[in-house]
């Protein structure tokens, strides 16, 4: 069964940083574009970052750029998100999730075809 779980979010002020782990299984790893999505009540779940866990390639929105660091182990089959200089904004339930490498697009939530049950995180001002 494929499974992918998220662990690492909390409450945190802004400024401060936390990182996100999400653990793959039940499928082959490095076959898989893996992202982190997020969402706010209300909104639509909106892309955060992505990497192709075997080659190294790493996607973010514009807005995390410099802030959010993608990175992955494929031998733990674990993808990490770095968050940095963390705003209010950022509070968000974050997702992560799995596409096929030649699937869709690595922004786009209706490529990714697995999803984690999400970890809340909370920016405090």
Not at 1 to 20: D, F, I, P, T
Not at 55 to 65: F, Q, V
């Amino acid at each position: 069964q494929m499974q992918l779980v998220e662990s690492g979010g909390g409450l945190v002020q802004a400024g401060g940083s936390l990182r996100l782990s999400c653990t793959a299984s039940g499928f082959t790893f490095n076959m898989y574009t893996m992202g982190w999505f997020r969402q706010v009540p209300g909104k639509e779940r909106e892309f955060v970052a992505a990497i192709t866990v075997t080659g190294g390639n790493t996607y973010y929105a514009d807005s995390m750029k410099g802030r959010f660091t993608i990175s992955g182990d494929n031998y733990k089959k674990t993808v990490y998100l770095q968050m940095n200089i963390l705003k209010p904004e950022d509070t968000a339930v974050y997702y992560c999730a799995a596409k096929g490498l030649n699937t869709g697009n690595y922004y786009s939530r209706i490529s990714y075809k697995y999803w984690g049950q999400g970890t809340p995180v909370t920016v405090s001002s």
